[in-house]
């Protein structure tokens, strides 16, 4: 995405879910199953932290560089507002665009 805006393409970002929440496992959590991945504890989720820091940071940075940000519904813009303090204090705040649906018979 922050290559393409370098390179002055408008990007639209369509957001299902943030990477950040998938490899931790919160993302099970969140939607209030359990979680598919044990969270670390002790020294191993401070290692387990810092190897995900630049990833998430990098997530958010090139996230927030799109030229519009949408999410496909309510719950998953609250969780984008959650998940990327650093945009949501910028003013970066997704639409909402709901997923269309087929009407014809298959």
Known sequence: VAL????????VFYC?????LLATG???GAAGSASLLP???????LVRAAYRL???LL????TGAASAVLVNSAYTASVFA?????????????????????????
């Open 16 to 20: 299902h879910f943030p990477d950040k």
């Open 39 to 45: 969270r670390p504890r002790g020294p191993l989720a």
């Open 59 to 62: 997530e958010e940075l090139c």
């Open 82 to 106: 959650a998940s990327f303090p650093l945009l949501r204090r910028l003013g970066c705040t997704p639409s909402v665009l709901h997923p269309s649906i087929s009407l014809a018979n298959n």
């Open 26 to 28: 919160e993302a099970a």
């Open 4 to 11: 393409l805006r370098l390179a002055g393409v408008p990007v």
């Open 54 to 56: 630049p990833f998430d």
